[in-house]
């Protein structure tokens, strides 16, 4: 019998977490699991995978039935299983999310998660419980908000005593040392590795805004910002925070993967702020904020780039709409850090 696969959904509070901060689990800014005690039934790496977990009812490999996911032997002496992953990206964790999609009769009954901030890897002594010990259920997302306020490069996961888990997601910002960058340096100020984030957006129907910060180039549509079908007056929008108040001096947009809905055109608004604005007014806030360019054509599946029209000063935010609605897969404001 061939292979059936079913797509678990993710939470709508986990949703809403991923679309406002980054998950630094995500193997693209360099996060890998080192370590796993047991993972005979399915592999560690799966762990992290960017993809929603899959099950599917007719796949058996050699161990046994496959899972998309992590999933350790049952335990047949004293202890309990654990892995260890390494963040590409140093980061504050606002929150995270445990995801036992698909395993019903072999989750692990409870978990507990802790973090290290280590150049090496960490000593027992390096640890800190960022989550305490609590119960797991089944086929479902544990969506748990963090009270640490200091960034962490190290992971790791305790089962109890064994089992599976299908996904880690890790839900923060990138803490970049930006003592190391010269003011002369030109870097992207918006790179998600640079600590840039999406802050605000008025539809993110198909795919989230912190997407078009992202390294490399979109592998596929869904990985970048793209809206739903405009049908009413009006364009899209979204507020991004840069990294680092910074000059831009070049400013690249790619349309890669979008061919029959790229943005017929584009502008840029830039400001330096002190604090993010208030939720309920940043619509309105940033719409006054200066034109850094104006509204300019784009073109289908291509990269382009652009000097700013008008002559800014450093900037903390930028506001990017789209005319009328369409897709972005890749955003990318060059300049040097104030």
């Known amino acids: ?92 964790i606002h929150a995270v999310d445990i995801d036992t999609a698909f395993f019903t009769g072999n989750f692990p009954p409870e978990a507990m998660l802790e973090a290290a901030d280590t150049q090496g890897e960490p000593g027992e002594g390096d640890w800190t ?52 960058v010269s003011p002369d340096e030109i870097v992207n100020l918006v790179a998600l590795e640079n600590g840039g984030t999406a802050i605000a957006w008025n539809d993110a129907h198909y795919g989230a805004p912190a997407n078009m910060l992202a390294p490399g180039r979109a592998p596929v549509m869904s990985d970048g910002w793209e809206t739903a079908r405009r049908r009413r007056p009006g364009n899209d929008w979204c507020v991004l925070k840069l990294g680092h108040a910074g000059t831009i001096e070049r400013i690249h947009v790619d349309t890669r993967h979008f061919k029959g809905n790229f943005p017929d055109r584009f502008s840029l608004k830039a400001i330096r702020l002190d604090a993010d604005p208030a939720t309920d007014a940043i619509e309105a806030a940033s719409a006054a904020w200066p034109l850094l360019l104006g509204e300019t054509k784009l073109a289908a599946d291509a990269i382009a780039e652009f000097t700013p029209a008008a002559a800014a000063g450093p900037a903390t935010h930028v506001r990017l709409d789209i005319y009328p609605d369409g897709g972005i ?10």
């Not at 748990?144 to 839900?171: C, F, K, M, N, Q």
């Not at 897969?329 to 104030?338: D, I």
């Open 329 to 338: 897969s890749r955003l990318r404001l060059f300049g040097k850090k104030a």
């Open 1 to 92: 019998m061939s292979d059936r696969f079913i797509t678990a959904a993710p939470a709508p509070e986990a949703e809403a977490l991923l679309k406002r901060c980054i998950d630094l689990a995500h193997p693209r800014l360099g996060t890998t699991v080192t370590f796993a005690t047991d993972d005979f039934f399915a592999d560690k790496s799966r762990l992290i995978a960017p993809e929603a977990p899959v099950f599917y009812p007719d796949r058996f490999d050699d161990n046994g039935k496959w899972m998309d996911g992590w999933e350790s032997r049952r335990k047949r002496v004293a202890g309990h299983d654990f892995c260890v992953v390494k963040l590409g990206q140093r980061g504050r």
């Open 129 to 180: 419980v960022l989550v305490e010990r609590r119960a797991l259920k089944g086929d479902s997302h544990h969506v748990i908000e963090t009270a640490s306020d200091r960034p962490w490069s190290w992971l790791r996961l305790h089962i109890y005593p064994d089992g599976g888990v299908a996904r880690l997601r890790v839900y923060g910002t990138v803490e970049k040392d930006w003592s190391t």
